[in-house]
């Protein structure tokens, strides 16, 4: 490798995380910044209505709201590392995600789209008719009022932080957890309203039913829906590191919409048939599921090539295997492959932690902005003392 | 096996100067606002005001007209109906006979005369008629909290055209007055809630009675 190569391997790597924005801080209070304060608005009032529901429903239904809470926070704390499991590239800040979640949670449901649906649905019902209302308004209402309720928060999230979202994966991570905030407090007032169908007996019987049919059904719902929205909204808008592609963006943005109103209408499409109820809504939940991975391949082949960029002058200067390279910006099989060139156990756990910790040393890279900060030697220190099998003295 | 320690990570070239996140350059500040940032703003807000003003005021501005005819029966889940009065409106439920294609009626149904509503709903429940009305009163004196309507008197007994025995108690607030009806066929609790001006005359609270005793199950009308 001559010195010129090095060179521009480090240039390449400049570039890369300053396209990609991956390792810079993210700072929530900008009061000059006109999305701050609209984003505090409209999130303030999606929470105090909220609240307010939850406490005036909390003497009647605190059993069932009680319970909801619970599992709804379980189940999007697991959501929020499965969603950290898949992004081993380059990484938003977490306080970002945060933001994102509050406002899929409390502006995008109670602030925008709850208001719009009522208004469609009891529209629909003068219009049309109370039949036609039930069959077919939740699919053709939800789809337009949601989707851009909560997709809307993607547009403030970029004006907040146009040093970090860089990407249509940046979008669909951003809005799977938009998403995940829309669900979780859907869900409790799912579980709220079902507490109330026995006349307030039974709450934790009425509302369990729900709870756990909304966490089956969750796993294709707002979450998924958001991801590929805001990832085709990235694609619509296009960024610094994503070029615009209008096609590819209409056609993400309107495939959760079609998903969503598909999965509203479900009831209706089925009939009265149980069974073709269930065999629809396994189908739905099979055919999102796909295209979400699709979008997931899509969108992450660019913060592969990121990491690639970024830990490229690692390998040239030795510091990684080109082996571990390729798995660091491959999928899940290719470091899957790489662990498993390894004959014995104990060389296969070795090769994980060494992989995990050319991770660590790419995060530490990108916060310094590829300079050699102490923390970025220690970091490679540590790639090094892992691959020797030297315990930790830390 | 690569040696950290050799070559020279020093090389790589020192971080560059990036400004601090809240700087906003010179040429794109507007009144102290960092003008890139309004348009993708006001976009959000103009969704927010057509998605929580306008859809609002356009369907309250909206009148609805759907006027119960002679013969008209409003049917709710698990088989409850009951035979609305003639001229009242219908603001939520369905007719018998005109179920959504899901082939399940809605839990609940509203009519209205001017000022007088009644609202029937329905439930599972396990227990007498007796029990379903405290179960009511306990749910609805928890998410008034005080305020609204309470119940006022001791529960009587009423029986519908049908011959189904069931509880019921009278109901009062601010310049409303009223009565709450329960009944349960087999598993299924029905909640029958009319309200009105406290000054109403003895012709609409006999109207109102009508329609709650013409209250019924399908299922245990064949019986």
């Given at each position: 490798?001559?010195?010129?190569?090095?060179?521009?391997?480090?240039?390449?790597?400049?570039?890369?995380?300053?396209?990609?924005?991956?390792?810079?801080?993210?700072?929530?209070?900008?009061?000059?910044?006109?999305?701050?304060?609209?984003?505090?608005?409209?999130?303030?009032?999606?929470?105090?209505?909220?609240?307010?529901?939850?406490?005036?429903?909390?003497?009647?239904?605190?059993?069932?709201?009680?319970?909801?809470?619970?599992?709804?926070?379980?189940?999007?704390?697991?959501?929020?590392?499965?969603?950290?499991?898949?992004?081993?590239?380059?990484?938003?800040?977490?306080?970002?995600?945060?933001?994102?979640?509050?406002?899929?949670?409390?502006?995008?449901?109670?602030?925008?789209?709850?208001?719009?649906?009522?208004?469609?649905?009891?529209?629909?019902?003068?219009?049309?008719?109370?039949?036609?209302?039930?069959?077919?308004?939740?699919?053709?209402?939800?789809?337009?009022?949601?989707?851009?309720?909560?997709?809307?928060?993607?547009?403030?999230?970029?004006?907040?932080?146009?040093?970090?979202?860089?990407?249509?994966?940046?979008?669909?991570?951003?809005?799977?957890?938009?998403?995940?905030?829309?669900?979780?407090?859907?869900?409790?007032?799912?579980?709220?309203?079902?507490?109330?169908?026995?006349?307030?007996?039974?709450?934790?019987?009425?509302?369990?039913?729900?709870?756990?049919?909304?966490?089956?059904?969750?796993?294709?719902?707002?979450?998924?829906?958001?991801?590929?929205?805001?990832?085709?909204?990235?694609?619509?808008?296009?960024?610094?590191?994503?070029?615009?592609?209008?096609?590819?963006?209409?056609?993400?943005?309107?495939?959760?919409?079609?998903?969503?109103?598909?999965?509203?209408?479900?009831?209706?499409?089925?009939?009265?048939?149980?069974?073709?109820?269930?065999?629809?809504?396994?189908?739905?939940?099979?055919?999102?599921?796909?295209?979400?991975?699709?979008?997931?391949?899509?969108?992450?082949?660019?913060?592969?090539?990121?990491?690639?960029?970024?830990?490229?002058?690692?390998?040239?200067?030795?510091?990684?295997?080109?082996?571990?390279?390729?798995?660091?910006?491959?999928?899940?099989?290719?470091?899957?492959?790489?662990?498993?060139?390894?004959?014995?156990?104990?060389?296969?756990?070795?090769?994980?932690?060494?992989?995990?910790?050319?991770?660590?040393?790419?995060?530490?890279?990108?916060?310094?902005?590829?300079?050699?900060?102490?923390?970025?030697?220690?970091?490679?220190?540590?790639?090094?003392?892992?691959?020797?099998?030297?315990?930790?003295?830390? | 096996?690569?040696?950290?320690?050799?070559?020279?990570?020093?090389?790589?070239?020192?971080?560059?100067?990036?400004?601090?996140?809240?700087?906003?350059?010179?040429?794109?500040?507007?009144?102290?606002?960092?003008?890139?940032?309004?348009?993708?703003?006001?976009?959000?807000?103009?969704?927010?005001?057509?998605?929580?003003?306008?859809?609002?005021?356009?369907?309250?501005?909206?009148?609805?007209?759907?006027?119960?005819?002679?013969?008209?029966?409003?049917?709710?889940?698990?088989?409850?109906?009951?035979?609305?009065?003639?001229?009242?409106?219908?603001?939520?439920?369905?007719?018998?006979?005109?179920?959504?294609?899901?082939?399940?009626?809605?839990?609940?149904?509203?009519?209205?005369?001017?000022?007088?509503?009644l609202?029937v709903?329905?439930?599972?429940?396990?227990?007498?008629a007796?029990?379903l009305l405290?179960?009511i009163?306990?749910?609805?004196?928890?998410?008034?909290?005080?305020?609204?309507?309470?119940?006022?008197?001791?529960p009587t007994t009423i029986?519908t055209?049908?011959?189904?025995?069931g509880a019921r108690v009278?109901?009062?607030?601010?310049?409303?007055?009223g009565i709450i009806a329960a009944f349960?066929?087999?598993?299924?609790?029905v909640e029958a809630v009319a309200?009105?001006?406290?000054?109403?005359?003895?012709?609409?609270?006999?109207?109102v009675m009508?329609m709650i005793r013409?209250i019924?199950?399908?299922?245990?009308?064949?019986?």
């Amino acid at each position: 490798m001559t010195t010129a190569t090095l060179s521009e391997l480090d240039h390449a790597r400049d570039v890369a995380l300053d396209r990609s924005g991956w390792g810079r801080r993210f700072v929530f209070y900008q009061p000059r910044n006109f999305a701050f304060w609209a984003y505090l608005l409209l999130v303030g009032i999606g929470f105090l209505a909220f609240i307010s529901t939850l406490a005036r429903e909390y003497d009647a239904y605190g059993e069932a709201i009680g319970l909801a809470v619970w599992s709804f926070a379980i189940y999007a704390a697991l959501f929020w590392w499965f969603t950290q499991h898949i992004d081993h590239y380059a990484k938003l800040p977490a306080k970002l995600m945060v933001v994102a979640f509050l406002w899929g949670g409390f502006a995008a449901t109670a602030a925008m789209a709850a208001n719009a649906n009522d208004a469609i649905l009891s529209l629909d019902g003068k219009t049309f008719g109370q039949v036609w209302a039930l069959n077919w308004g939740p699919g053709l209402a939800a789809p337009f009022t949601e989707e851009w309720a909560k997709g809307s928060g993607l547009l403030l999230l970029i004006a907040l932080a146009p040093r970090q979202v860089r990407t249509a994966f940046d979008g669909f991570i951003l809005g799977a957890f938009i998403g995940l905030g829309f669900q979780i407090v859907e869900d409790i007032s799912y579980a709220m309203t079902s507490a109330g169908t026995q006349f307030g007996a039974n709450q934790v019987g009425a509302s369990i039913g729900v709870i756990v049919l909304r966490m089956v059904s969750g796993v294709a719902a707002h979450v998924l829906y958001s991801a590929i929205f805001c990832a085709g909204l990235v694609y619509l808008l296009g960024r610094p590191a994503e070029p615009r592609n209008v096609g590819r963006g209409l056609l993400l943005i309107a495939i959760p919409m079609l998903l969503h109103g598909t999965w509203d209408s479900l009831g209706a499409i089925a009939g009265p048939s149980a069974l073709k109820l269930i065999g629809l809504l396994i189908a739905t939940i099979v055919v999102a599921i796909a295209i979400l991975v699709r979008v997931y391949k899509l969108t992450v082949k660019r913060e592969q090539d990121f990491v690639r960029d970024v830990m490229a002058p690692e390998e040239a200067r030795n510091v990684i295997t080109a082996a571990e390279l390729y798995a660091m910006a491959g999928n899940r099989k290719a470091r899957k492959a790489y662990r498993k060139a390894n004959r014995t156990r104990r060389e296969r756990k070795r090769a994980r932690y060494v992989l995990n910790a050319a991770y660590a040393l790419a995060e530490e890279l990108a916060a310094a902005r590829g300079g050699d900060t102490d923390q970025v030697r220690f970091a490679r220190s540590e790639v090094a003392r892992i691959r020797a099998g030297v315990p930790s003295q830390w | 096996m690569p040696d950290p320690e050799t070559d020279v990570a020093s090389v790589a070239p020192p971080p560059k100067f990036e400004p601090d996140e809240r700087w906003v350059p010179a040429d794109e500040r507007w009144f102290g606002l960092d003008r890139r940032t309004v348009r993708p703003t006001l976009a959000v807000f103009a969704l927010a005001f057509v998605m929580s003003v306008v859809l609002p005021v356009v369907d309250a501005t909206v009148p609805y007209h759907d006027i119960v005819k002679a013969g008209d029966v409003l049917e709710l889940e698990g088989d409850v109906t009951f035979v609305p009065e003639a001229g009242w409106g219908i603001t939520s439920g369905l007719r018998a006979g005109q179920a959504p294609l899901s082939g399940e009626y809605p839990a609940t149904a509203t009519v209205e005369d001017g000022a007088m509503k009644l609202t029937v709903r329905t439930g599972q429940f396990h227990g007498d008629a007796n029990r379903l009305l405290d179960q009511i009163e306990t749910t609805s004196e928890a998410l008034n909290h005080g305020r609204g309507v309470h119940v006022t008197g001791t529960p009587t007994t009423i029986v519908t055209d049908q011959g189904k025995q069931g509880a019921r108690v009278r109901v009062t607030g601010p310049h409303t007055a009223g009565i709450i009806a329960a009944f349960v066929f087999g598993g299924r609790g029905v909640e029958a809630v009319a309200t009105g001006p406290s000054d109403a005359g003895a012709e609409p609270a006999a109207t109102v009675m009508r329609m709650i005793r013409s209250i019924s199950q399908t299922g245990e009308g064949k019986q």
